[in-house]
């Protein structure tokens, strides 16, 4: 079966840079979340969007935004990188005419040096 | 203090035994329960996701809900090494919305050949 895909998988920047992470959910799924994963820490939740509009907001950095677009991926774009946001960023997808599950991506893991 | 506590172990055991991993949550409006089993920098994989109090059984996976007691548990049955990996509970609120994941902070287990 078909899963979340992201891209790149794995993205090195330097400090102040900018960053732009893909995610192309499961087929049918019509929203989208995205997680913060630190090493050694739960995923936080950061952003979810419904239908291309934002549904739910979590601990998201203003230097961060992100979007929907009409065939459902989504983008995830980080400005002025810091060294603290090293760290597995995660996007999940789910349907809402279906079951409350969320399915998860491999992740990208932004290394900022 | 989070609202979701999971014991972070590490917990081993020898292959074969049953395992039974728990978390508890303090905030009742959480009415959809998961747990996610996560190898070392890979994405969560959904193994369990359950509604009401009880138990649910999916192959040698067994999710237990406790409303009332506001706890979860996950057993697993005869233990493989395959089995080793990080085990995190994860809920989350009905309403749309609302509808972000919230995790435990994972245990992290190890079956012993």
């Known amino acids: 079966a078909a899963g979340v895909i992201q891209s790149p998988r794995h993205l090195i920047k330097e400090k102040r840079e900018t960053a732009t992470l893909k995610c192309y959910p499961i087929?049918?799924?019509?929203?989208v979340y995205w997680y913060q994963q630190g090493p050694g820490q739960d995923p936080q939740f950061l952003i979810s969007?419904?239908?291309?509009?934002?549904?739910d907001k979590g601990s998201i950095p203003d230097r961060f935004s992100a979007q929907q677009f009409s065939d459902y991926h989504s983008e995830l774009n980080m400005s002025s990188l810091e060294l603290g946001d090293s760290a597995l960023y995660f996007c999940?997808?789910?349907?809402?005419?279906?079951?409350?599950?969320?399915?998860f991506g491999p992740g990208t893991r932004l290394t900022v040096t | 203090q989070k609202e979701v506590e999971q014991d972070p172990g590490p917990l081993s055991v020898p292959e074969g035994a049953i395992v039974s991993l728990n978390c508890t949550y303090s905030?009742?409006?959480?009415?959809?329960f998961m747990w996610y089993r996560q190898y070392s920098r890979k994405g969560p994989e959904l193994l369990m996701c359950?509604?009401?109090?009880g138990n649910k059984e999916d192959g040698r996976f067994t999710a237990q809900v406790d409303k009332s007691s506001k706890y979860i548990s996950l057993f697993i049955r005869d233990s493989q090494p395959s089995d080793s990996a990080t085990y995190l509970c994860?809920?989350?609120?009905?309403?749309?919305?609302?509808?972000?994941?919230?995790f435990g902070t994972g245990t992290r287990l190890t079956i012993i050949p």
């Open positions: 999940a997808s789910s349907s809402r005419g279906g079951t409350y599950e969320q399915y």
């Open positions: 087929p049918r799924h019509d929203t």
């Open positions: 969007f419904y239908e291309k509009m934002q549904s």
């Open positions: 905030n009742s409006a959480f009415q959809y």
């Open positions: 359950t509604y009401s109090s």
């Open positions: 994860a809920m989350r609120r009905i309403s749309f919305g609302n509808e972000k994941l919230t």
